[in-house]
């Protein structure tokens, strides 16, 4: 009896404990999980846009944009275009099925802070908030919303309607005395 208990010690799954935690609500809001499904889908279609439009002409991204304005980066900017189209093409998917959803708006993230950038220096505030430009909108408006959807990806995740959904399930090992 006491080999079979020492060895009980000694094995850690035969100690692990799970606790199943339950949303304050006690149900699921389907309509919240609809809201950020559809919103996950949406942007992550639009951003496979921005990357095919880079490969499109990726020399005259590379000249008139990384070339430009991003002189500081090291290496030909033909392979930053490259890397932004890859990123804008490739991430959507992890995104969108939910594999790898965090890493991937972070990639997304990524990309959209150095279009910031780019607006910013380019343009400027232009008024921000209260002026009224020219074209109705701020040229650097569909960078910032994007940005912000890919830093709430990241920080909460893809949402219960996912590939590979979080568990509501935590195991820890106690330790053992």
């Known amino acids: 009896m006491a080999q079979s208990k020492n060895s009980n010690l000694n094995d850690p799954d035969s100690q692990k404990v799970e606790v199943v935690v339950q949303s ?3 149900e699921v809001n389907i309509l919240g999980e609809l809201s950020i499904f559809v919103l996950r889908i949406s942007f ?3 951003m496979v846009h921005h990357g095919l439009e880079k490969l499109s002409d990726p ?5 008139f944009v990384v070339g430009k304005y991003f002189s500081f980066l090291p290496g030909d900017p033909v392979i930053w275009t490259y890397m932004a189209a890859v990123t804008q093409i490739v991430c959507p998917i992890g995104l969108a099925t939910g594999v790898l959803a965090r890493l991937s708006s972070l990639g997304l993230l990524s990309t959209m802070v150095f279009a910031l950038y780019f607006h910013f220096i380019d343009t400027g505030l232009e008024g921000f908030p209260f002026a009224v430009v020219e074209n ?6 569909l960078s910032a919303i994007y940005a912000a959807i890919s830093f709430y990806f990241l920080c909460a ?8 959904r979080k ?3 935590i195991t820890y090992y106690p330790k053992g005395t």
């Open 136 to 141: 109705h909108n701020y040229i650097f408006e």
């Open 167 to 169: 568990s509501n399930k």
């Open 24 to 26: 304050p609500e006690g």
């Open 157 to 164: 995740g893809p949402g219960r309607l996912s590939l590979f």
């Open 59 to 63: 020399g005259g991204f590379a000249e």
């Open 44 to 46: 992550s279609l639009l």
